[in-house]
Structure formats: C-alpha cells, structure tokens
Nanobody, 123 residues
Framework: VQLQASGGGLVQAGGSLRLSCAAS????????MGWFRQAPGKEREFVGA????????NYHSSVKGRFTISRDNAKKMMYLQMNSLKPEDTAVYYC?????????????????WGQGTKVTVSS
C-alpha cells in the first residue's frame, strides 16, 4: 500500500484547509486510516482516525470540533477538513493506514505511511 498526502500550504489563523490522502497498490478491504502530525521540535502525534467503513471517527482533543475526517473508498481517498486553524496546528501532516476495521489511535499500530504535507498557520 502506498499513500500520498497533499493539500498542505500556508493559511492565516482562522482559515481552513483540506488535506487529501490517496491510497494505491494492494489496498484491498478493511484498511483503516488516520492522520498524524509533527510540529517542529516535537514528536509525531495523533490527529484523528477513521474506520474502514467510514462511519466511525475519533480525534485528538485539540482538534475535536474543528477537524473532520472522511473517506471515499471507491476513490481510495481520505480527507482531513481543517477549520478554525490555529498557529499551533502548524506541522507536517502524515496519513497512515493499517489492515483492520476499527479506528486506530496509536502510531505503532499503523503499517503504512505517506510522505507528509506541510501546513503552516500564520497568526
């Protein structure tokens, strides 16, 4: 499975961005997916996850209510809609995937990773 994240950029605080993650290769069924981010000088952290069918999501408390994950299995795509962005959301955002049906929140649970897309939120 290969993952390609895109959609990052520079945005002012309070603005919005939509990240995309394209999956390719032997994706098959039951591929749970998630988003992580790594800010400069910090460890990578969980942002949110979606289960295989797309009907269950969970989020880190810092983004809950502002970020929304969705997926389109027919297109092999996952999205992260980010609203009300804050300077502390500045990071490189990574999409990840793992064989499974539920949502996974731990970095160690994921087997496949994209290359990351940079998001910069100016104050």
């Amino acid at each position: 499975v290969q993952l390609q994240a895109s959609g990052g950029g520079l945005v002012q605080a309070g603005g919005s961005l939509r990240l995309s993650c394209a999956a390719s290769g032997r994706t098959g069924s039951f591929l749970a997916m998630g988003w992580f981010r790594q800010a400069p000088g910090k460890e990578r952290e969980f942002v949110g996850a979606v289960n295989w069918s797309g009907d269950m999501t969970n989020y880190h408390s810092s983004v809950k209510g502002r970020f929304t994950i969705s997926r389109d299995n027919a297109k092999k795509m996952m999205y992260l809609q980010m609203n009300s962005l804050k300077p502390e959301d500045t990071a490189v955002y990574y999409c990840a995937a793992v064989r499974g049906s539920r949502g996974y929140t731990q970095e160690s649970e994921y087997d496949y990773w994209g290359q990351g897309t940079k998001v910069t939120v100016s104050s």
